[in-house]
């Protein structure tokens, strides 16, 4: 099956720096990626969508100059929590859009907790 | 948009059948995906109904009616290992493909 990663899996930082958060799809080629936040025992936020060799399409709500998409390759996104603080500590968790046996679905990486200090 | 709802928490019983409820109601409809997410981990995909009737996948069954708004999931033979969140997701029908989730169930197997 169709295997994704995110790398770093937990980040603790202070208040105001930079984070990067990588996810990459190991074997296949994936054109869209979705990044999500999720807070306790609450769903899966969709925050933005990333294709590859365009720019990101952000939710309504969510800040595209604090989270920053790049999807340089077919095999990589990142998104950049820029001048973080505590109120963004939160689990992420990206995925990508894959055709699997005739559907048309998306797999999950791991997902990277953050907790901004 | 999506406004998707399914109830907060479930509990049933080892050996026993569960079936977690999904409405929803939405502006383009484009498939409706069932996730299991375990305490700390990535939901993983589960199934897939885009057309209205009963998907089976081994003990997993999902079911769907387009016209009603409304899909379940159907777990059979419950284990413990099958205390989870499950999480409800509708697609729309823009290229993007994007989904929306609902805020998931969480079933508690209990012995």
Known sequence: GAVV?????????????????ECRSLDFQATTMFWYRQFPKQSLMLMATSNEGSKATYEQGVEKDKFL???????????????????D????????????A???????????????? | ???????????????????????????????????????????????????DGLEEKGRFSSFLSRSKGY??????ELQMKDSASYLCAV????????????DGTTLTVKP
């Open chain 1, 69 to 87: 998409i790049n999807h340089a390759s077919l095999t990589l996104s990142t998104l950049t929590v820029t001048s973080a603080h505590p109120e």
């Open chain 2, 71 to 76: 899909s379940y999931l159907l777990l059979k």
């Open chain 2, 91 to 102: 697609r729309d029908n823009t290229n993007a493909g994007k989904s929306t989730f609902g």
């Open chain 2, 1 to 51: 948009g999506q406004n998707i709802d399914q109830p907060t928490e479930m509990t049933a019983t080892e050996g026993a059948i569960v079936q977690i409820n999904c409405t929803y109601q939405t502006s383009g409809f484009n498939g409706l995906f069932w996730y299991q997410q375990h305490a700390g981990e990535a939901p993983t995909f589960l199934s897939y109904n885009v057309l």
């Open chain 1, 102 to 117: 005739g559907v048309d679905t998306q797999y999950f990486g791991p997902g990277t907790r953050l907790t901004v200090l």
């Open chain 1, 89 to 100: 500590s939160s689990f992420y968790i990206c995925s990508a859009r894959v055709q699997l």
């Open chain 1, 5 to 21: 990663s995110q790398h770093p899996s937990r980040v603790i930082c202070k208040s105001g720096t930079s984070v990067k958060i």
